[in-house]
């Protein structure tokens, strides 16, 4: 969107030029100035930001037994909901099917008797989508568990749940994202025995390093070095940069390609 002047600037008047920030009148922006502004992306507001900052309340958290008998803690996609609406405020957030919801079937094989076993199963990707945020896509799964067309309902049902959930995991611990990955046992379950513990290697260091730099390719194209980037970050997410994840940092890096992009295409204009 042009201003009034239809020069093709966007409103708050920063314009990169050859990689460094400019005013309209073709002078360098004061530095606070810039750190003033939201960098590389549009900013949640300081009582989203808190609110985000705070834990999952542990009364919200229900169990269920899985694999090998582990007890697995979850939230469950009506409770998701209402955080949501409690964090973002109703109508401050909403969520979308990405694409259709498939069907998907699934072989398996009895490895003792050969036995070929087919369950079917929907996938649904959604997307959660927050003012001042980038979007969270991710990919809900469900199977079905009878079928007829009321199994068939649920199980669609269910993944778009999933979807849901999966994607406002992304904004942290209030959605429950440190419940996933390697949990700690339930009060009064025994500790499983391990042996001695091995060094592993990073297997998402590499990943991290690539985004962080790509993120910061994206940030000078804007004209903003790295202890802004890390300041916008740190506003953005409430953490540092050194201290996100590779599925942290990936919609930060799509929405900073997004908003450079609008920038290039308002200078064109």
Do not use: C
Not at 199 to 214: D, E, F, H, I
Not at 235 to 251: F, K, V
Request: proline share 6%; glycine share 12%.
């Amino acid at each position: 969107m042009t201003n009034g002047n239809n020069n093709g600037h966007h409103g708050n008047g920063l314009v990169p030029v050859n990689g460094v920030a400019k005013n309209g009148n073709g002078a360098h922006n004061d530095p606070a100035i810039i750190e003033g502004s939201e960098l590389l992306w549009d900013g949640l507001s300081p009582t989203v930001t808190q609110a985000l900052s705070q834990p999952i309340d542990p009364a919200l958290v229900s169990q269920r037994r899985g694999r090998a008998g582990r007890t697995f803690s979850y939230i469950e996609g009506h409770t998701a909901i209402s955080e949501a609406n409690r964090v973002f405020g109703f109508g401050g957030w909403g969520f979308e099917l990405v694409e259709n919801v498939s069907l998907r079937r699934i072989e398996t094989v009895d490895t003792q008797t050969g036995e070929v076993k087919v369950t079917n199963a929907y996938t649904a990707p959604v997307r959660v989508t927050v003012p001042g945020a980038p979007p969270r896509t991710d990919i809900g799964f469900h199977a079905v568990t009878e079928e007829t067309a009321d199994g068939h309902e649920t199980a669609i049902k269910g993944a778009v749940t999933d979807g849901l959930k999966r994607a406002l995991r992304s904004f942290g611990d209030r959605f429950g994202n440190g419940l996933y990955g390697d949990q700690a046992p339930v009060s009064g379950a025994p500790s499983p025995q391990r042996g001695p513990v091995q060094a592993q290697p990073n297997r998402n260091g590499s990943k991290v390093q690539t985004l962080r730099k790509r993120l910061m390719e994206l940030a000078g194209k804007q004209g903003f070095d790295e202890a802004q980037v890390r300041a916008a970050v740190q506003r953005q997410t409430g953490r540092d940069l050194d201290d996100l994840t590779p599925d942290e940092l990936g919609p930060l890096v799509e929405a900073a390609a997004d908003k450079l992009r609008e920038r290039q295409q308002a200078q064109a204009a």
